[in-house]
């Protein structure tokens, strides 16, 4: 018998940076570009630590008195940057800024706001590794971990603004009624509630502080957006990628410090909706306390990435599994979770 000829194959090698696109998916292959170009990052992020960092409130850099420190917990004398530690009025004032920037934001053509805001996910394409390394650097992810974070969140963004385009706006043509002797003409339209407040966790500072922003916006929303006080840094960076993509002065807003003066502002201001991507620590489960008790609705991220509608109308927590969280707010940002419909199934 004839000896076979084996041909062992090699392994595939990962493709070039310039055709490469990191995911979760695709992390356990990169080229080896991908490495240097972190490397570099983290060298430039490493010269810039320590700087007095604002806030952004209405379009403005904020500089208040009272302070915080962020430090790396990889190593604790490493800097990271101070912050603003928020209050009270500043919550007040972020959110009237919110609420004045409506009518310009919710009014804009969904065409323009969706161009906007795939400007905002190019932004965060652009910045991949200089963010990815303050992720790393904040809370100690691996760059692997960290890059993956990151590029999620332009990935949310863009998938927001995709389906806005596949539901043309959320605006649908309905049937006529059948009267006779009458002609009619039928548009459902969904339209955006107003002011959102998103406050996001630590261990994903990026992809559930951005994917949250990313749907309430691109559905005419405007946000008041407070990152987890263990994650400013990486929700600054955020801050100026929606800044730089042009959305309008006001329609987003920053705060950074403690959470009691937004858990406050939120349940008080009845225009407001919450959106919560939480790890259910204490200051979440007070937050989503208030506004259950001031009548307002809360979305929200449960334990093993369950979502969950937290109805203040109906007075019913709507628990869903196996479900595409970006999916439900996205829906909800533009008005269609109502009552107890079963979209969320």
Avoid at 117 to 126: C, D, L
Wanted: aromatic share 8%; with cysteine.
């Amino acid at each position: 018998m004839a000896a076979k000829k084996v041909v062992k194959k090699k392994a595939a090698k990962a493709k070039s940076n310039g055709s490469f696109k990191l995911t979760y998916a695709t992390m356990f292959n990169p080229p080896e570009s991908m490495h240097t170009a972190f490397d570099k990052a983290v060298v430039k992020v490493h010269a810039g630590l320590g700087k007095d960092i604002p806030m952004l409130i209405n379009g403005q850099d904020r500089f208040i008195e009272a302070k915080f420190d962020d430090r790396s917990p990889i190593n604790t004398d490493w800097l990271l940057g101070t912050f603003q530690k928020g209050g009270v009025a500043d919550g007040q004032d972020a959110l009237n800024a919110a609420r004045a920037a409506v009518p310009v934001w919710a009014n804009m053509k969904w065409k323009d706001r969706v161009r906007i805001m795939r400007k905002a996910a190019a932004q965060i394409e652009k910045r991949l590794y200089e963010i990815s390394a303050v992720v790393s650097l904040e809370i100690g992810k691996n760059r692997m971990e960290a890059l993956g974070d990151v590029q999620e969140t332009a990935d949310l963004i863009y998938y927001y603004c995709d389906e806005m385009e596949r539901n043309n706006g959320y605006i649908v043509p309905m049937r006529p009624d059948p009267l006779a002797g009458f002609t009619s003409s039928n548009v459902s339209i969904l339209k955006p509630y107003g002011v959102w407040v998103v406050i996001s966790p630590f261990n994903f500072p990026f992809a559930l502080a951005g994917g949250p922003t990313g749907a309430a916006l691109v559905a005419g929303n405007t946000v008041v957006f407070k990152p987890a006080s263990d994650t400013p840094y990486s929700g600054r960076l955020l801050a100026e990628c929606i800044r730089d993509a042009g959305v309008p002065d006001g329609a987003f807003n920053y705060v950074t410090g403690g959470g009691a003066g937004i858990a406050v502002q939120s349940a008080q201001d009845r225009l407001s909706v919450a959106t919560a991507a939480v790890d259910m620590a204490e200051e979440s489960l007070r937050i989503i306390q208030n506004r259950y008790d001031a009548g307002l609705t809360t979305v929200t991220e449960l334990l093993r990435n369950e979502a969950a509608l937290l109805d203040a109308r109906t007075r019913k927590l709507k628990a869903t599994y196996d479900v595409r969280i970006a999916r439900i707010q996205l829906e909800y940002a533009a008005g269609s979770l109502q009552g107890d419909s079963n979209v969320l199934k």
